[in-house]
């Protein structure tokens, strides 16, 4: 494990600022890799998903890049995500890590009024985070000059393609200057990207986290689960597990200094005896957190990995991976610190939605599947409770019990025993009104193409270009039908007869077989018997459509 510091990677100190800020220790080991060779200037492909800190691994470069004082109005880099949510998400974090050096950061996707975004296009912007449908949009109108462009980032490149960007991609890659510096990230590198990497970049550095050779029954004896959880409900559901379990000792790990903090205090505050331990506290105040943990005053530790290195504990029973580890090396490395010397362990991992793809290569890596278990739900949380409540109780009949008694047996003359017996246990766990918590969904929702034109109401520039009122709504097919995704839409002139023509051209299928038919400005949705989806599919792929190539897929999202 690779344990570079930050200030080691030839970062300017505003930005080292920045991240000291938000509590981050040490990079993650994409970030460690990449920024060295992004600050140089090389093209880079890295295979890195989300959960790797893979956003700062390029976007620190970018920032470190910005020149001093006046930068003028067209921008230095742009940044291409599949999705508004991510684009959104990229601009918010290129934000946050360009405070100190006065980034002025602009997200662009489709379905958000056009007018903000030619404003502030105007004023000027030095990074750009696009959705490639309205960055294709900005370009036609002539909004978004690329002609200052020293970086172009494609973030999630194998989704993008994935989801028919591939023309978009081209038309924007085409149009930015020669001189440039190119990355691509993507959780997968199939022939497509390599393809696209070949074309478009030069003589990339290739990224990717070191695989440590883990081998199938390497691991410790630890018994493995994961929740999938929304971000909101993290804190409650680590608390409900650990009432449930019950840990002897136990290690939270966490991200940052901040989360460490906060996550501390949520647990205080739900009455488990957390402590918190990074790399901000004093040798003295460390050495009293971990005294606390050995005298066992302390149950469980709050900590970031740079602090829990090194850190000797025998008897932890439980590791919680409060966010699925940057990298699956450092996963096997934490959960390594329980069930030792044939004990058994559990390691329990927490799983945001946009963290999947991180716990399945974990799962690649370890040759393990970690299962899925539902969030404790409130009946559990009793039943638990009851389950020691009833331990303590027999424990306690060895006990001078005469004061007791004396109340019970006054009691007992116009009472039940057992109705006082349980009306005493109730007492003992009043207040404990808990709700259930909502598990997030374990399959990912496809997330929906931007192909967003402008759809404020006011005229556009483009001669004969429809005026929506909103965004294509998404339909599922019929029964027994599916639809089938066309890349070429009204841009390109394309009328329903072509989409039929085609099909029936080029398939056994006759045009009443064929279902609706939607047309948008860049893409179109045809729905055709479901048992034909395949050869639909397969035969559109090898023909053309008004006489060029197109992309053509099942459509996920019907
Ligand atoms: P990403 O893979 O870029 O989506 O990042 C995943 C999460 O890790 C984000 O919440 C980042 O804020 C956080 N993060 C990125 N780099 C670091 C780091 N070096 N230390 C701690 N947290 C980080």
Do not use: W
């Not at 000027?124 to 200052?148: A, F, I, M, N, Q």
């Not at 290195?309 to 390594?336: F, K, M, Q, W």
């Not at 841009?491 to 077989?513: C, F, N, R, S």
Request: glycine fraction near 8%; charged fraction near 25%.
């Amino acid at each position: 494990m690779q344990t570079v510091d930050f200030s080691g990677l030839g970062l300017r100190p505003e930005l080292l600022d920045a991240l000291t800020a938000l509590g981050y220790e040490e990079p993650t080991p994409i970030q460690a890799e990449a920024i060295p060779a992004l600050l140089t200037g090389r093209d880079l492909v890295g295979q890195a998903a989300t959960g790797t800190g893979k956003t700062a691994a390029f976007a620190l470069p970018v920032l470190n890049a910005l020149e001093e004082g006046d930068r003028g109005k067209k921008p230095s880099a742009l940044i291409l995500a599949p999705t508004r949510e991510l684009a959104n998400q990229v601009a918010n974090a290129v934000s946050q890590y360009g405070q100190k050096v006065g980034a002025r950061v602009l997200a662009v996707y489709g379905g958000a009024p056009i007018t903000p975004q030619l404003k502030q296009l105007q004023r000027g912007v030095d990074v750009v985070v696009g959705t490639p449908g309205r960055v294709v949009d900005h370009l036609e109108r002539g909004s978004l000059k690329l002609d200052g462009l020293r970086t172009v980032v494609l973030d999630e490149a194998d989704e993008m393609l994935d989801m028919g960007f591939a023309d978009e991609l081209e038309t924007i890659l085409n149009q930015v200057p020669s001189v440039r510096q190119t990355v691509l990230f993507s959780a997968t590198l199939p022939p497509k990207i390599a393809r696209m990497a070949k074309k478009h970049l030069n003589d990339p550095v290739r990224v990717e986290i070191e695989k440590e050779n883990v081998l199938a029954g390497e691991s410790p004896k630890v018994t493995q689960t994961a929740h999938m959880v929304f971000r909101e409900n993290k804190a409650a559901t680590l608390a409900r597990v650990l009432s449930v379990q019950q840990p002897t000792a136990a290690i939270v790990f966490c991200r940052t200094r901040e989360e460490v903090d906060s996550l501390t205090e949520a647990l205080k505050a739900k009455d488990v005896r957390a402590e918190a331990l990074h790399g901000g506290m004093t040798q003295a105040e460390r050495d009293r957190v971990m005294n606390r943990l050995r005298g066992g005053t302390a149950d469980l530790l709050v900590a970031t990995d740079v602090a829990a290195r090194g850190l000797d504990v025998d008897h932890l029973t439980h590791v919680v991976n409060y966010n699925v580890p940057s990298a699956p090396e450092t996963y096997v490395h934490r959960i390594g610190r329980v069930g030792r010397a044939g004990r058994e362990g559990v390691a329990i991992t927490l799983v945001e939605p946009r963290e999947r793809r991180m716990i399945e290569a974990i799962e690649h890596l370890t040759k393990t599947k970690i299962p899925m278990a539902p969030i404790p739900t409130v009946a559990d949380l009793r039943a638990s409770r009851f389950g020691r409540t009833k331990d303590a109780l027999v424990q306690a009949l060895g006990s001078d019990l005469s004061d007791a008694r004396k109340v019970i047996a006054s009691l007992a003359k116009d009472h039940d025993p057992l109705d006082l017996a349980a009306a005493a246990l109730s007492l003992v766990h009043a207040g404990t009104d808990e709700e259930e918590i909502p598990s997030a969904p374990v399959r990912a929702p496809r997330p929906e193409r931007d192909d967003a034109r402008p759809y404020s109401a006011g005229p556009t520039t483009r001669g004969g270009a429809h005026q929506r009122t909103g965004p294509p709504q998404r339909k599922g097919a019929a029964p027994g039908m599916a639809k089938v995704y066309i890349g070429a839409g009204r841009a390109a002139k394309v009328a329903p007869k072509d989409l039929v023509g085609a099909i029936a051209g080029e398939t056994h299928l006759v045009g009443k077989q064929i279902g609706s038919i939607e047309i948008t400005e860049r893409f179109s949705l045809v729905e055709v018997p479901e048992k034909d989806l395949d050869t639909v599919v397969k035969a559109l792929r090898a023909s053309v459509i008004k006489g060029r190539k197109v992309s053509v897929r099942p459509d996920r999202d019907a």
